[in-house]
T-cell receptor, first 112, second 114 residues
Framework: DSGVTQTPKHLITATGQRVTLRCSPRSGDLSVYWYQQSLDQGLQFLIQYYNGEERAKGNILERFSAQQFPDLHSELNLSSLELGDSALYFCASSALSDQGYTFGSGTRLTVV | GESVGLHLPTLSVQEGDNSIINCAYSNSASDYFIWYKQESGKGPQFIIDIRSNMDKRQGQRVTVLLNKTVKHLSLQIAATQPGDSAVYFC?????????????FGTGTRLLVSP
């Protein structure tokens, strides 16, 4: 157990739908990062939050959004889902002074 | 744009051999590099890291080498075991408006045969 918790582990939904992925960071970590990993691909950075505020954006589609709540958990919202959105979505957390990232086990999203 | 790339998508070795996984990076301003191991169905797991003021760092059965002149990073795994079979990613950390940003390479799949 890495200390980063992601739910649900698996999600199957239809095109056009909206889903919410949840991440609880490791205790004490203020930063949360979201990554997307398509089949046999690398991890693409989506977005970063620090203590509730958005800090950096990567290749995140306008149909996607995220937020970090006062208790530091984060949610990634994916809307108007397309088949190409099927992927593993990983959350990672880090402390400000800690250069390492700790990853969760991911949510596997399948859009049918 | 920034990129971290890998030379070989798949590396097949025999158990007991030494494995070398290579990585090229393009952001000369990056000062921290990490190797991650990802097993099927799991999240990336930290293996070893190195800062730009170092050329070499050793861990348990793993060594990371950094050549800043040619912007090249390598991961050496000694006495490779079947449990080492996984996808290995190099990643670089660059600062973005004061906050770190982790950029991953595509990944190399290591296959270890018994």
């Amino acid at each position: 157990d890495s200390g980063v918790t992601q739910t649900p582990k698996h999600l199957i939904t239809a095109t056009g739908q909206r889903v919410t992925l949840r991440c609880s960071p490791r205790s004490g970590d203020l930063s949360v990062y979201w990554y997307q990993q398509s089949l046999d691909q690398g991890l693409q950075f989506l977005i970063q939050y620090y203590n509730g505020e958005e800090r950096a954006k990567g290749n995140i589609l306008e149909r996607f959004s995220a937020q970090q709540f006062p208790d530091l958990h984060s949610e990634l919202n994916l809307s108007s889902l397309e088949l190409g959105d099927s992927a593993l979505y990983f959350c990672a957390s880090s402390a400000l002074s800690d250069q390492g990232y700790t990853f969760g086990s991911g949510t596997r999203l399948t859009v049918v | 744009g920034e990129s971290v790339g890998l030379h070989l998508p798949t590396l097949s070795v025999q158990e007991g051999d030494n494995s070398i996984i290579n990585c090229a990076y393009s952001n000369s301003a990056s000062d921290y590099f990490i190797w991650y191991k990802q097993e099927s169905g799991k999240g990336p797991q930290f293996i070893i890291d190195i800062r730009s003021n170092m050329d070499k760092r050793q861990g348990q059965r793993v060594t990371v080498l950094l050549n800043k002149t040619v912007k090249h990073l390598s991961l050496q795994i000694a006495a490779t075991q079947p449990g080492d079979s996984a996808v290995y990613f190099c990643a670089e950390i660059s600062m973005n408006t004061g906050f770190q940003k982790l950029v991953f390479g595509t990944g190399t799949r290591l296959l270890v045969s018994p």
